[in-house]
């Protein structure tokens, strides 16, 4: 069994930058896709940011591409995702997730392992 650790989230004003991260411990997250989501109060648990095992295949949510940047350190067990122009509809828990295969799925139902999840607030 996996146990995944959010960290990195705060408080930002809009246009600024933060970087998530996910310490995965217990075993290797290196033969799995991992995914970032959020959820906002009120809404549903939305994907963000997917990757493949290796890294070498990434895929972003609309209204992310272009400012968020996910990425994986296999070595150090460890998955980020890199935020830049953040927008107050940014502000939500951010959670990192591990798929069940090696390949980048967008379905909460297609990952196996939650964290508990790190606020991200950005202020307008």
């Known amino acids: 069994q996996v146990q995944l650790v959010e960290s990195g989230g705060g408080l930002v004003q809009a246009g600024g930058s933060l970087r998530l991260s996910c310490a995965a411990s217990?075993?290797?997250?290196?033969?799995?896709?991992m995914g970032w989501f959020r959820q906002a109060p009120g809404k549903e648990r939305e994907f963000v940011a997917g990757?493949?095992?290796?890294?070498?295949?990434?895929y972003y949510a609309d209204s992310v591409r272009g400012r968020f940047t996910i990425s994986r350190d296999n070595a150090k067990n460890t998955v980020y995702l890199q935020m830049n122009s953040l927008k107050p509809e940014d502000t939500a828990v951010y959670y990192c997730?591990?798929?069940?295969?090696?390949?980048?799925?967008?379905?909460?139902?297609?990952?196996?392992?939650w964290g508990q999840g790190t606020q991200v607030t950005v202020s307008s």
């Open positions: 990757i493949s095992w290796g890294g070498g295949r990434t």
């Open positions: 217990g075993r290797t997250i290196s033969s799995y896709a």
């Open positions: 997730a591990q798929g069940r295969t090696a390949v980048v799925v967008t379905a909460t139902y297609d990952y196996d392992y």
